[in-house]
Structures are given as structure tokens and as C-alpha cells.
């Protein structure tokens, strides 16, 4: 399978996993003509089964995120959060059923499948790439030089100005923060592998530029979040809009893993999370959902400013014209 030929529109909805990505957000993509992919990441393959299973036909792609290793438990900032008066849960670590993802992306392979946090082995790669195109999500020439040596049939580009989590392979990588059209340029110079572009896109200007510096489509996430087809809790779209948050920084406090989103009073008072994923994303996960905007993770791009709340097929018009 080749990404080209499903690819459809030049702008992509992103993978958006911990509630914006719907079926129905991929369907509306979907209608309109873009491709869209289902998040699979904290949720079972039973779970990503129907949701891949009430998508139909339409062409469509499935995002995992490739497991690391357990880190040192972070027991000090757990317990400093529940000092803090935070409700926590324990820090654990999984896999997050990688193994049963695996098997089903086998038995019933969606069009396209990308991968991110990490490289998964040549084997899976080959065996996945029978029936679906495998893209690998890379944040620098580094990480692109090991996703072509598996094979990937292309690779998710992710610049620093993305919102959510970097996709970079190992969790104490620092982040790298060239401008994204520098670094589709710079992976571009090591390989002919297909590229889609990610990270701070907000208008048809941005989409353009980076189409022009090499890329075959530009995976947009933030531009859907206040959709109304996107499962995006209401406090959360209503922040994106809010003139009180006026900058989008990225920050360990909520997950233990580089993340960018707008910057709150908890980012501004947990400067200092050590580096552990899942663990830390477990352990706040009460916190994050009790619903409070200066406590929760408002994860955005650097393009928030730009997102309406408008329907998928509106942004996907305002984003290609
Ligand atoms: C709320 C949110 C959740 C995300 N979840 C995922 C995910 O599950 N898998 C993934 O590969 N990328 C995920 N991303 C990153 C996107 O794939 C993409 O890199 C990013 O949205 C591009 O930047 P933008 O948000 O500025 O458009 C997420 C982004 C956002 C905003």
C-alpha cells in the first residue's frame, strides 16, 4: 500500500488520542476528503477494533505509540502533587497492549498505520507493510535515518511548534527546536521516503509553505480541536478560545514526556517533572480529569490561535484554500 494512494487531500487529521480523535472526526475528514487517523494509544484492541469496525470503508490510518521501558519511579513529584492536595493515582508503567495492537493491525490492516515514541523492529515493519503503508513519526535526521533502515513506507515529520507530546524515539531526548520547514528540509537531504509535515499549522499560508519545502501532506491536529465532530472536553475548547491564555509551552508536569500546550498555573508551578512515561501520565490522570483549565492539560500548538469551532469540513476548506 502506498500512502499516496489514500492520501486524498493535502491536509491530514491527526491522531489525537486521550479523547479529540472521534470516529465521527474521521468520518467528517473522511466525507470531506482528507485522510484521518484513529488514535489507538490508551485504549485495548478491543476498544480500536470498533472504533476501526465503525469506520466502514473510507480510507483511514491507526496511530500506536511504541512502548518504552519503566524509569525510576518518580515517587518524589507524585508524592510532592499529593502534598499539593492533587488527587493521584499510582505511577505505574505498561505497554499499553502492545502485543494484542500488533496482532490486530495484522489480521485486519487499515489502509495506513504510523507509529510514534520510538521505532518498532524491521519485522513488524515488513510484516505490517504487506497490507497497509507504515509511517514512522520522526523529530529529527536522526530518528528519520533509523525509521528508513526498518523500512518505513514514510515518515511523519513532527517540528517542536506540534501540540501534545514529541514523538521523539527516547523520552530524555532533548527536544530538538528547528523550525519545521528547516527540518523537513534537513530529513528531506537523507531520504525520498514520502514526508507529511506536522506541527503549528493554523492557515492555508502554512500548509502551502511547508508543501513547498517537500512535504506530500501536513498532518494537522490543533486546527481540529474545537470541531464540533472532535471529542475535545467543552473546558478544554473553551480555553483554546480564551484571550487569558496568551502562549503554548512545553512541559514534563503532566506526563513525564515533553508535551506542548497552553501554559497554565500547574505548568508554572511543576517546572521540574522528571522524565517518566507512562508513569507520570498515569499517576495525574485524577488531577487531569477533575476538569479544572489551571490544573489540566490544555495541550495545543503553536498555531492555537488559529482553531474555530467550526465544522471539519469548514477548517478543511479554510486550511486548502
Ligand atoms: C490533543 C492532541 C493529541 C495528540 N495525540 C497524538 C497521538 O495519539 N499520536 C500521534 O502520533 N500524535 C499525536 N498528536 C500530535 C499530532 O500527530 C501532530 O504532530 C500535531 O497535532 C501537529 O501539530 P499541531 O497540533 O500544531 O497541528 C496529538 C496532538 C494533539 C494536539
Known amino acids: 500500500m502506498d500512502l499516496r494512494d489514500v492520501l486524498g487531500r493535502a491536509v491530514v487529521l491527526a491522531p489525537m488520542a486521550g479523547g479529540p480523535t472521534t470516529p465521527e472526526l474521521v468520518l ?12 489507538a494509544a490508551y485504549r485495548t484492541a478491543d476498544q480500536v477494533r470498533a472504533e476501526m469496525a465503525s469506520l466502514g470503508r473510507v480510507p483511514y490510518g491507526v496511530n500506536v505509540f511504541v512502548p518504552g521501558h519503566p524509569a525510576e519511579p518518580p515517587t518524589a513529584y507524585v508524592e510532592r502533587l499529593r502534598s499539593e492536595g492533587f488527587d493521584v493515582a ?16 495484522l489480521a485486519e ?15 513488524v515493519v515488513e510484516a505490517l507493510q504487506e497490507r ?19 523500512g518505513a513506507s514514510f515518515l511523519c515529520v513532527q517540528g517542536h511548534e506540534a501540540g501534545a507530546h514529541r514523538g521523539t524515539f ?14 523537513l528540509a534537513d530529513i528531506r537531504a537523507g531520504t525520498d521516503l514520502p ?16 508543501l513547498t519545502a517537500g512535504a506530500i501532506g501536513v498532518q494537522c ?6 470541531c464540533p465532530e472532535a471529542g475535545t472536553r467543552q473546558v478544554w475548547k473553551d480555553a483554546l478560545a480564551e484571550p487569558r491564555y496568551t502562549e503554548t509551552v512545553v512541559t514534563r508536569a503532566f506526563s513525564g514526556r515533553p508535551a506542548r500546550g497552553l501554559r497554565n498555573r500547574f505548568i508554572d508551578d511543576h517546572p521540574d517533572a ?48
Request: charged share 20%; hydrophobic share 45%; aromatic share 6%.
Open 221 to 226: 491536529g490543533t486546527a481540529f480541536l474545537r
Open 195 to 210: 514526508l507529511l509535515a506536522a506541527g503549528g499549522v493554523g492557515t492555508a499560508e502554512d500548509v502551502r509553505a511547508l
Open 170 to 183: 527516547t523520552n530524555a531526548a532533548v527536544p530538538d527546536a528547528r523550525p519545521l520547514p528547516q527540518l
Open 274 to 321: 522528571p522524565a517518566a512515561y507512562p508513569e507520570i501520565n498515569k499517576a495525574t490522570r485524577p488531577l487531569r480529569a477533575a476538569g479544572d483549565p489551571e490544573a489540566m492539560s490544555l495541550w495545543a500548538g503553536t498555531g492555537w490561535r488559529s482553531a474555530e469551532a467550526r465544522p471539519v469540513a469548514e477548517v478543511l476548506d479554510r486550511l486548502s484554500s
Open 132 to 150: 497497509s503503508a507504515v509511517g514512522i513519526t520522526v523529530t529529527v535526521p536522526e530518528e528519520a535515518a533509523l525509521a528508513v533502515a526498518v
Open 28 to 39: 467528517a475528514g473522511a466525507d470531506a476528503g482528507a485522510l484521518g487517523f484513529l488514535a
Open 90 to 105: 499510582e505511577p505505574t508503567w505498561d505497554d499499553d497492549h502492545w502485543d494484542d495492537k500488533i496482532e490486530l493491525l
Open 109 to 123: 490492516p487499515p489502509p495506513v498505520i504510523t507509529f510514534t515514541f520510538g521505532c518498532p523492529d524491521h519485522d
